[in-house]
């Protein structure tokens, strides 16, 4: 951890020097001593330590320096640094200036020139400053700090992503928080652009894309080959999955992931069915060792990188990313999953992001401490969320269309909503409008039988209703159902036929689309079970499949 500093200011170089000899000798241990020969460069450093959240314990200063007072350069430092001591170095001559600003600038001490002893007549005073601070300052927060707002759907986005990815950030409020008013001041003057994120070695990123913030934050974005023997598209359960068995197994594997990656499951707040895990397990955790168990066996996973396209060219199969590069493998498996589908109610469009979530939004959960929120779906994953919004939540009301829950929600989950106080259920219920114009503020509900519509308030509404599959890139090249799920092995036998332009002998494998060597596994294949387990099944499964079809090239 960094050390607390303490910043002596003299523009005598001989004064300076003998000052900061004397901190040397007393606090080096538990300081960091810096000097400055100006009020001006003085400020600039306590600027920069400021962007880097560092702590400042104390500043010495001399009073009398050519273009800026020591009176001054405290004055201006408070500003930013308000709790650090203050101790002012003066001439006998400047005794009525510095009783003065001990009213003005709240100054903590005047020391008089010679100190001499310091043992005598500087540590005990310091000591005395320094111990004071230690018991009632906090430590700055010492990792990345995100300055947005709430309602803002860009914040979100940003830090949704640090989140999914388990990177530590400090959030701090625009609207309410003092602290990051000054920051912003600080980088960008009055003009206010938002997310900032000020990182601990001083730099910042103003509103990023995901792929810059990722690199930011040492997550691997660009392929360290150009070819491989597998590459994953898709970072959920299934294609971790694949990259765990596939670099287990000798192949050379890249996944490539457009957001962070765990999928679908890595925004679960608690996996209750998974195999091994009897307290359940977050999908957050679930993901964490998935990563480190394919890294450590060597798969190169890619984050906030996006497939764009696919292509075939003889044995080797191309993946274009968004950034422009081509990479090329032996084998390629899709495991792109599902989205979740997007509800078409007048007045959503612009509250995404911004109190409207698709999904649990664990990121923004906390926000919504004692107020109303209201989940839609009747599934598993809505059940979940409102399992989970109910920790912070005072009023959950989870709105589904369906007479019961039975029919479409796991029996655990419904016990569990039943057993949870502040969760209410609204059956037989559409969700039809919302009203707000920055924020939610109400939502229209209809009674599917009686007809009839109700206006709500509501602080935020979570929606899980279904699923899309993510398909988009395969194009024309891979053969999908009327949905657009990919279909594969026996699926592919339209009327009994092989798929168009098979040439090989063998039939496709059971994982295989209809282009050999372009498999496909998860969520995203037609007929798919949706759980986290089926995903790892095949997952493994596909790789067991590509090695019969590496064989045959
Ligand atoms: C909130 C929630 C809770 C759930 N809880 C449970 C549970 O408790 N138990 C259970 O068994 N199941 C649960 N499920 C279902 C389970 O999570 C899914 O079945 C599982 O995640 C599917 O895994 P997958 O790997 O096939 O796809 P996904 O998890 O959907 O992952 C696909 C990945 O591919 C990426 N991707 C898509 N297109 C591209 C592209 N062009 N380029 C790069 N990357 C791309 C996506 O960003 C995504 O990360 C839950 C689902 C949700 C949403």
Same mark, same amino acid.
């Given at each position: 951890?960094?050390?607390?500093?303490?910043?002596?200011?003299?523009? !005598?170089?001989? *004064?300076?020097?003998?000052? %900061?000899?004397?901190?040397?000798?007393?606090?080096?241990?538990?300081?960091? @001593?810096?000097?400055?020969? +100006?009020?001006?460069?003085?400020? /600039? %450093?306590?600027? !920069?330590?400021?962007?880097?959240?560092?702590?400042?314990?104390?500043?010495?200063?001399?009073?009398?320096?050519?273009?800026?007072?020591?009176? !001054?350069?405290?004055?201006?430092?408070?500003?930013?640094?308000? /709790?650090?001591?203050?101790?002012?170095?003066?001439?006998?001559?400047?005794?009525?200036?510095?009783?003065?600003?001990?009213?003005?600038?709240?100054? #903590?001490?005047?020391?008089?020139?010679?100190?001499?002893?310091?043992?005598?007549? $500087?540590?005990?005073?310091?000591?005395? $400053?320094?111990?004071?601070?230690?018991?009632?300052?906090? @430590?700055?927060?010492?990792? @990345?700090?995100? *300055?947005?707002?709430?309602?803002?759907?860009? +914040?979100?986005?940003?830090?949704? =992503?640090?989140?999914?990815?388990?990177?530590?950030?400090?959030?701090? #409020? =625009?609207?309410?928080?003092?602290?990051?008013?000054?920051?912003?001041?600080?980088? +960008?003057?009055?003009?206010?652009?938002?997310?900032?994120? =000020?990182f601990p070695d001083g730099s910042t990123l103003v509103d990023p894309d995901l792929s810059t913030l990722a690199e930011k934050v040492g997550m691997s974005t660009r392929a360290q080959k150009p070819y491989y023997d597998l590459i994953v598209v898709g970072a959920g359960p299934a294609g971790l999955t694949a990259a765990v068995y596939g670099a287990s197994e000798g192949l050379k594997t890249l996944v490539?992931?457009?957001?962070?990656?765990?999928?679908?499951?890595?925004?679960?707040?608690?996996?209750?069915? =998974?195999?091994?895990?009897?307290?359940? @397990?977050?999908?957050?955790?679930?993901?964490?060792?998935?990563?480190?168990?394919?890294?450590?066996?060597?798969?190169?996973?890619?984050?906030?990188?996006?497939?764009?396209?696919?292509?075939v060219d003889g044995p080797y199969r191309y993946v274009s990313l968004k950034d422009g590069t081509e990479l090329s493998c032996k084998a390629l498996l899709l495991s792109t999953g599902v989205t979740v589908r997007e509800l078409d109610v007048p007045g959503i469009d612009q509250l995404i992001g911004v109190s409207v979530y698709y999904g649990a939004a664990i990121s923004e959960a906390a926000h919504y401490k004692g107020k109303k929120v209201y989940v839609i779906g009747g599934a598993n994953s809505a059940g979940q969320g409102a399992m989970f919004l109910s920790r912070f939540a005072s009023e959950v009301v989870l709105v589904y269309r369906d007479k019961s829950l039975e029919k479409s929600m796991s029996t655990y989950l419904i016990d569990q909503i039943k057993q949870t106080d502040n969760i209410s259920t609204l059956a037989n219920t559409e969700f039809t409008a919302i009203e707000g114009t920055e924020k939610l503020e109400t939502i229209r509900l209809k009674n599917k039988e009686s007809g009839v519509s109700v206006s709500e308030q509501a602080d935020a509404v979570f929606i899980f209703i279904g699923a899309v599959p993510s398909t988009e890139i395969t194009g024309d090249l891979i053969q999908k159902d009327e949905d657009n799920f990919i279909c594969t092995g026996p699926d592919l036998f339209l009327g009994g036929s092989r798929p168009k332009n098979w040439a090989l002998k063998r039939d496709p494998f059971i994982l295989e689309t209809n282009v050999p060597g372009i498999f496909a596994a998860g969520d995203v294949r037609h007929g798919a079970i949706r759980r986290v387990a089926s995903a790892v099944g095949q997952g493994a499964v596909a790789v067991e499949l590509i090695h019969k079809y590496l064989e045959t090239v």
């Open positions: 951890m960094h050390k607390p500093i303490i910043i002596a200011i003299d523009d !005598e170089p001989q *004064v300076l020097n003998a000052v %900061a000899r004397d901190l040397q000798a007393q606090y080096q241990n538990e300081y960091q @001593i810096m000097r400055a020969t +100006s009020g001006k460069e003085a400020l /600039e %450093a306590v600027q !920069e330590l400021k962007r880097r959240n560092l702590a400042i314990a104390l500043f010495l200063v001399d009073q009398r320096m050519p273009t800026m007072t020591g009176i !001054e350069f405290l004055a201006e430092a408070a500003k930013l640094y308000p /709790e650090t001591k203050k101790v002012l170095l003066t001439a006998y001559a400047d005794t009525d200036v510095a009783i003065n600003s001990i009213n003005s600038i709240n100054l #903590d001490y005047y020391l008089m020139k010679p100190w001499d002893p310091p043992e005598e007549r $500087l540590y005990p005073v310091l000591d005395d $400053l320094l111990s004071d601070w230690i018991y009632t300052v906090p @430590i700055p927060y010492g990792g @990345i700090r995100v *300055v947005g707002t709430l309602w803002s759907a860009k +914040s979100h986005h940003v830090k949704d =992503f640090l989140a999914r990815s388990q990177v530590p950030y400090q959030w701090l #409020d =625009f609207e309410k928080n003092e602290e990051a008013k000054k920051l912003l001041e600080l980088e +960008s003057g009055k003009e206010v652009r938002l997310p900032t994120l =000020f490539i992931e457009r957001d962070a990656a765990g999928g679908q499951a890595g925004t679960s707040a608690r996996i209750e069915n =998974f195999i091994g895990f009897p307290q359940g @397990i977050s999908g957050a955790d679930l993901t964490r060792r998935a990563i480190t168990q394919a890294k450590r066996l060597g798969a190169e996973i890619l984050t906030a990188q996006e497939v764009c396209s696919l292509r």
